[in-house]
T-cell receptor, first 115, second 113 residues
Framework: AQKVTQAQTEISVVEKEDVTLDCVYE???????LFWYKQPPSGELVFLIR??????QNEISGRYSWNFQKSTSSFNFTITASQVVDSAVYFC????????????FGAGTILRVKS | DGGITQSPKYLFRKEGQNVTLSCEQN?????MYWYRQDPGQGLRLIYY???????QKGDIAEGYSVSREKKESFPLTVTSAQKNPTAFYLC????????????FGAGTRLSVL
């Protein structure tokens, strides 16, 4: 199976620190999509970003930014000036399947932001 | 408000019992999905449906069954054949196609008595 790897199981930071969550994926597809989701303690996954394989531009949304490097099959996520409310599990995922209609998830990274 | 509703939030299963988890969406999405989440693991796909009256097995379909009789509904039955059913179950929906974002419900936590 073509995996999505989030090597950091858990990260702890102090509020206002910057933190980067790593994501490395495997794929034989030429066209695919990458996603990041946030899972707060309530359990529901919240969509953060989608990126297609042809668009390697980095993206910034407020305190969040994403770095997509196709050459290294990585799609890393950085939170700038972290806040306690950022504490959650973060999942990286990649589309798969004949029509790209399935998602393969990484194991997730638990982020703990301490005040 | 548009969204995905999963019920119940908590469910307990006795040995040998089948239980059904409900998932309803009012987003007018054609595609629906069921995932299982275990501690320290990502989400694993159980079943998915791209259209009414059609569904496909995911990576861990054994011991589970689904139906898709209505566009809005995609119930999951955890059968007695599933020997390790304790997990967090998440339902999602999307428009068909890999570019489309999957939106998730709040989940059902299933435990064995």
């Amino acid at each position: 199976a073509q995996k999505v790897t989030q090597a950091q199981t858990e990260i702890s930071v102090v509020e206002k620190e910057d933190v980067t969550l790593d994501c490395v994926y495997e794929t034989r597809d030429t066209t695919y999509y990458l996603f990041w989701y946030k899972q707060p303690p309530s359990g529901e996954l919240v969509f953060l970003i989608r990126r297609n394989s042809f668009d390697e531009q980095n993206e910034i949304s407020g305190r969040y930014s994403w770095n997509f490097q196709k050459s290294t099959s990585s799609f890393n996520f950085t939170i700038t000036a972290s806040q306690v409310v950022d504490s959650a599990v973060y999942f990286c995922a990649r589309s798969e399947g004949e029509y790209g209609n399935k998602l393969v998830f990484g194991a997730g990274t638990i982020l703990r932001v301490k005040s | 408000d548009g969204g995905i509703t999963q019920s119940p939030k908590y469910l307990f299963r006795k040995e040998g019992q089948n239980v059904t988890l409900s998932c309803e969406q009012n987003l007018n999405h054609d595609a629906m999905y069921w995932y299982r989440q275990d501690p320290g693991q990502g989400l694993r796909l159980i079943y998915y449906s791209q259209i009414v009256n059609d569904f496909q097995k995911g990576d861990i379909a054994e011991g589970y069954s689904v139906s898709r009789e209505k566009k809005e509904s995609f119930p999951l039955t955890v059968t007695s054949a599933q020997k390790n059913p304790t997990a967090f179950y998440l339902c999602a929906s999307s428009s068909p196609g890999g570019r489309n974002i999957q939106y998730f419900g709040a989940g059902t936590r299933l435990s064995v008595l």
